[in-house]
T-cell receptor
Framework: DGGITQSPKYLFRKEGQNVTLSCEQN?????MYWYRQDPGQGLRLIYY???????QKGDIAEGYSVSREKKESFPLTVTSAQKNPTAFYLC??????????????FGPGTRLTVT | LAKTTQPISMDSYEGQEVNITCSHN???????ITWYQQFPSQGPRFIIQ???TKVTNEVASLFIPADRKSSTLSLPRVSLSDTAVYYC???????????FGSGTKLNVKP
């Protein structure tokens, strides 16, 4: 079964702690993305990666970090520098270029609550 | 990227056809129109993509007039399970850094 997995589904942390969200895909896609969604809002792009060992900042990268050491994995770390980390985090993947690049496949999301 | 404008929300009843229109006055020659559907607490799902005229798949139809400055997503005979947020995005078909706006929240009533 091909797809994207994110874990955990719900995550609770204390303020001041870093937390890493997992994202794995077995679709053989080159590109992967992280989005943040707040209640009633659209998705905002945090980071994206077009290829292994390369990634770019999205619109709201401050307070977040990523790595792309393997094609299948794109973990997101929410650092203590992120002022308002409580949100729904979505990971996606797509072919990097060519026809089909615009069809992104999304994971089930991780709901992070920081208190 | 071409900016898109779509209604914030729409109401419909089961069994009706629903048409959601998206405006994209600044669409470029090589831009495609792509629609996604998102259910609560889930990631968006690709529905349909088109360049001009009409595209139909098992889920929806996409109507694009000749000037391509707008497009209409048509959902035939909606059911309660079609209650979701629908996003309209515009960009080249080989482009993957999209802007998801707030979308249109469709509420299907019994």
């Amino acid at each position: 079964d091909g797809g994207i997995t994110q874990s955990p589904k719900y995550l609770f942390r204390k303020e001041g702690q870093n937390v890493t969200l997992s994202c794995e895909q077995n679709l053989n896609h080159d590109a992967m993305y992280w989005y943040r969604q707040d209640p009633g809002q659209g998705l905002r792009l945090i980071y994206y990666s077009q290829i292994v060992n390369d990634f770019q900042k999205g619109d709201i990268a401050e307070g977040y970090s990523v790595s792309r050491e393997k094609k299948e994995s794109f973990p997101l770390t929410v650092t203590s520098a992120q002022k308002n980390p409580t949100a729904f985090y979505l990971c996606a993947s797509s072919p990097s270029t060519g026809q089909g690049a615009s069809e992104q496949y999304f994971g089930p999301g991780t709901r992070l609550t920081v208190t | 990227l071409a900016k898109t404008t779509q209604p914030i929300s729409m109401d419909s009843y089961e069994g009706q056809e629903v048409n959601i229109t998206c405006s994209h006055n600044n669409i470029a020659t090589n831009d495609y129109i792509t629609w996604y559907q998102q259910f609560p607490s889930q990631g968006p799902r690709f529905i349909i993509q088109g360049y001009k005229t009409k595209v139909t798949n098992e889920v929806a139809s996409l109507f694009i007039p000749a000037d391509r400055k707008s497009s209409t997503l048509s959902l035939p005979r909606v059911s309660l399970s079609d209650t979701a947020v629908y996003y309209c995005l515009v960009g080249p078909s080989n482009f993957n850094k999209f802007y998801f706006g707030s979308g249109t929240k469709l509420n299907v009533k019994p």
